[in-house]
């Protein structure tokens, strides 16, 4: 057998941990082979918008990129949690451990839900006609919708209550300020470490990122080896900075599926969705600071 007659073969059959193909290619796939009448799913033993292929492409990190990551059995998850019992959002560190906020930490054993989240979009029904096309539009554009999602839900959080929205955490600390955001970046990424931390991470809004850009600080704040996560999903007038690694776990079950919902007589078009499973343990909250600062002004 050549390599050209392997090739062929690995591509017909399934590939459900996307070793070898995209989710756009195995859906469109499964969607030839199936009828015309049956909604079509296609799980996955991954997470979906891990494969939006433009990562590899280009440095624009979502949310998740900022924490790690742990794959996990799909139930409820232990995890540590160490809570700070100082609520003061000004905490200052002495100068030995003792006058340390993390000295009078308490772990506590805490246990972690898992939910679905998922986008769905029409498709034309000549789409499914078009391998190609039908692929192309899964892995380009209804996994960027997804990744949308995937970034409302960690800062707000799901319906269910199972994902602790980052921008609302019960135990992280806020500051306002009369002063631009992006003015204040450097001085609350010290805030930041005042609990024993190291900022690692910023969500910001795309107007506040493209600010940093405008003004060199971006560069600077690579160099120290922060990143930054745009995203629409926060409000222009907020930041939120923290030692995303230490702070969280974006937890993975590799529990996802593509789904096509057939139209009904109630409704004349075909659905698209993508769907994953996830969830998030937060074990030190007080390692976040939400900056909320003045709106930044629309072009």
Not at 35 to 41: C, G, L, M, T, Y
């Amino acid at each position: 057998m050549t390599d050209a007659q392997i090739k062929q073969s690995r591509q017909v059959l399934a590939d459900p941990s996307m070793t070898h193909s995209t989710p756009g290619e195995e859906f469109a796939q499964a969607a030839a082979l199936s009828s015309n009448e049956r909604d079509i799913v296609v799980p996955f033993r991954a997470y979906l918008p891990e494969a939006f292929p433009l990562f590899a492409h280009r440095p624009r990190f979502t949310v998740r990129h900022l924490m790690k990551m742990a794959t996990v059995r799909d139930e409820d998850i232990p995890y540590i949690r160490e809570p700070q019992p100082d609520t003061d959002d000004h905490i200052v560190s002495g100068t030995t451990f003792e006058t340390t906020p993390e000295s009078s930490l308490q772990p506590t054993l805490e246990c972690a839900q898992l939910t679905d989240i998922s986008v769905a979009v029409p498709v034309p029904a000549r789409l499914l006609n078009s391998p190609r096309l039908l692929a192309a539009f899964i892995d380009y554009r209804l996994l960027v919708r997804f990744g949308t999602r995937e970034n409302q839900i960690l800062l707000h959080g799901d319906k269910r209550g199972a994902v602790p929205g980052l921008l609302t955490l019960s135990g992280m600390r806020s500051v306002r300020t009369g002063k631009d955001a992006v003015d204040v970046l450097a001085s609350a990424s010290a805030i930041v470490e005042e609990t024993g931390g190291s900022c690692d991470g910023i969500v910001a809004h795309t107007a506040v990122y493209w600010q940093a850009v405008e003004s060199g600080l971006l560069h600077k704040l690579t160099e120290a080896g922060i990143r930054i996560a745009r995203t629409r999903m926060i409000p222009r007038d907020c930041v939120l900075l923290g030692d995303f690694r230490a702070a969280v776990t974006f937890l993975d079950p590799g529990v996802s599926a593509l789904i096509l919902h057939r139209r009904t007589e109630q409704d004349g078009t075909d659905t698209l969705e993508a769907r994953s499973r996830m969830g998030l343990a937060v074990h030190l909250p007080q390692h976040f600071v939400l900056v909320e600062a003045n709106k930044v002004a629309e072009v």
